[in-house]
């Protein structure tokens, strides 16, 4: 497996970036994108926070699948949803349109593995039944297009998050999802809203870095594992990241969210490609030397 080598190139402007831009301008005015091609095997995305409140976000998602019909394999890392109260409430939340867009996905041939948030950490075996998705625990090792990436959602490596790692230890509790899952449609609801009102107020004091990963716990999670691509979103902070630590090179990709458009990871065998905001930040192989170079690809 080749783990070394990687260029960093900063893509912008890119032609594809500004065609998916123009693209997504007219998804916004409702109009179908029908040109956008999305090329790389395995396609990866997190972050896209649908819910019915935001029906053209629903509707983003809808034509960006149509979009993935002959990719590889599509990984979702989390909060695909901008909450979830159970397998059971896909249609009283709004969202069995989502659910068809991944069912056809899947049918049409492409593997869907979905990972949880700390959105819709409630996600489970039924949900992923119904979608034809498979549920992947984080971290998780992957093996793709030949790479070996540590995917994580990214909510546990903001450590210095007290607050949001005392809620995440508790509703991760077996017992606490019992009990929450056996309470009535509304009265789940009323608590998911209650939570999301909260999570929001506490944002406001939070100071920035609070909310960003701690580098320590992403040194950690690499040393733990066998990879030197880690790739994960929750930050909403797109974006490639070197990482030096003992004497090893590794990348660190976050996703961005959708609240601008599609963002997503192509991982194909000689490099990766992250498109956010109308941009592209590319990671390659170089060819002639294993060192690392910064070039600009336009
Ligand atoms: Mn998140």
């Known amino acids: 497996m080749q783990e070394s080598g990687w260029e960093y190139a900063i893509v912008h402007p890119h032609d594809r970036a500004q065609v998916l831009a123009k693209r997504l301008g007219e998804l916004v005015t409702n109009t179908v994108f029908h040109t956008m091609d999305i090329t790389g095997p395995v396609v990866l995305i997190s972050d896209l926070h649908l819910t019915a409140e935001d029906p053209s976000g629903l509707e983003c998602f809808e034509a960006f699948t149509r979009h993935l019909h002959g990719v590889d394999q599509l990984y979702i890392l989390g909060d695909l949803f901008e909450y ?3 397998d059971d409430s896909a249609e009283a939340l ?11 996905l899947h049918e049409s041939g492409t593997p869907i593995t979905l990972m949880t948030g700390n959105r819709d950490f409630l996600l489970g075996q039924d949900f992923c039944k119904s979608t034809g998705c498979h549920l992947l625990q984080e971290p998780a090792e992957e093996e793709i297009s030949g790479h070996l990436i540590l995917l994580q959602h990214g909510d546990k490596l903001c450590t210095d998050d007290i607050n949001h790692q005392r809620h995440r230890a508790i509703v991760d509790q077996p017992s606490w999802r019992e009990t929450f899952l ?11 809203q209650a939570g999301r009102s909260q999570s929001e107020a506490g ?5 920035a870095d609070i909310m960003d990963v701690n580098h320590a716990a992403v040194e950690n999670a690499l040393l733990n594992s066998r990879c030197s691509l880690l790739i994960h979103g929750h930050t ?3 974006g490639i990241h070197v990482i030096t630590f003992e004497n090893r090179t590794a990348w660190r990709i976050v ?16 490099r990766l490609d992250l ?10 192989q170089s060819e002639e030397d294993h060192t690392l170079g910064v ?4």
Not at 203 to 207: H, P
């Open 295 to 298: 070039h600009h690809d336009a």
């Open 182 to 192: 056996n309470k009535s449609f509304s009265q789940r609801q009323s608590l998911a």
């Open 94 to 104: 709004g969202l069995t349109g989502v659910c068809t867009a991944l069912k056809r």
């Open 255 to 270: 996703l961005g969210d959708w609240t601008a458009g599609p963002s997503y990871v192509c991982v194909a065998p000689e």
């Open 84 to 86: 979830w109260v159970g």
């Open 236 to 238: 909403h902070r797109p």
């Open 275 to 284: 498109y956010f905001e109308g941009r592209c930040l590319s990671l390659s």
């Open 203 to 207: 944002k406001r004091y939070k100071s």
